[in-house]
């Protein structure tokens, strides 16, 4: 038999508030059903997030031990500096996107506006991209675009040094979907512009399969093929760190992504562009 009032996630107990006849799992991930004004808790749920979390704290030592045993074989080896050439590099470099998958579902390693996981770690613009690209060209199966190359326009002068972490894996998101979407043998193009003084736009252009008009690609769930291997949640989980970044950087800088798809003459395909507005990049050109 069910107990009433036995709960102890909470100590408000929210549920007791609720009608008579409600069957509900609340904020907790506690299920309830309220008999008659008596509340009866049935089985826990637990939340993705909790789960997640175990997950990569269960996980992330096996992924250390993998770099550090790797590392003992070639001592050059870095998560920084991905060589596809280099299987052991190559190892390195899958163990980074599996972390980066495990805290994606994590809900990006706990990232919230909360001031206190504010990062201002420098990283070179340039080589971020790079990085990704590099890295994600690790992922080889069907439905992602074959043989597509970089054109990265970005200065080596050029940093950010605010909520860095936030924008690292955006722009780990834009990449990855470039991977996903684009036409084979095409270009991803990254190129930086100004409008006035204070308004960079970074973005991210590339030819990409035809998304039809209906679609939000921001939306959680969203795919354009229903047949992909993907669950529709990157732009989204993207969406959401723009929003925290937002937060922390509120009345200082602030960006926002536009998604515009610009239709082509030629059949079959269309332009993606992604664009970072107003994102502080700084700079070591004088």
Known sequence: MP??????????????????????????????????????????KVPLSTISKN??????????TIIQQAVK????????????KNPLSVIIGSTVILDNF???????????????????????LKYLIEHYFTLYTIIQEEGRAKNLSLVNNISDKHYINECSDFVEYILAIFIDNAWKYSEDNSR?????????????????????????????????????NKDSKGFGYGLRWAKDLEANYNALVKGNDEFKINHVQVKSSSPGFSY????????????DEK
Request: contains cysteine; glycine residues 6%.
């Open 188 to 224: 991803l193009n990254v190129n930086l512009k100004t409008v006035g003084e204070k308004k960079p736009k970074l973005i991210f252009t590339n030819v990409s399969k035809t998304i039809p008009s209906n679609i939000n690609i921001f939306e959680s769930g969203s795919k354009v």
């Open 3 to 44: 107990k009433a009032f036995t709960c102890i996630s909470c100590t408000q107990k929210p549920c007791r508030n609720t009608s008579p006849g409600t069957f509900e799992i609340c904020v907790y991930g506690v299920s309830f059903f309220n008999r008659d004004g008596t509340v009866e808790t049935k089985e826990p």
């Open 55 to 64: 997950l990569r704290h269960e996980i992330n030592p096996i992924l250390q």
């Open 272 to 283: 993606q562009h992604f664009e970072l507005e107003n994102l502080k990049i700084l700079s």
């Open 73 to 84: 074989l070639d001592e050059s080896l870095s998560t920084r500096e991905i060589d596809l």
């Open 102 to 124: 495990i805290q994606m579902i994590t809900g990006v390693h706990e990232f919230h506006s909360s001031p206190a996981l504010k990062s201002n770690k420098r990283i070179g």
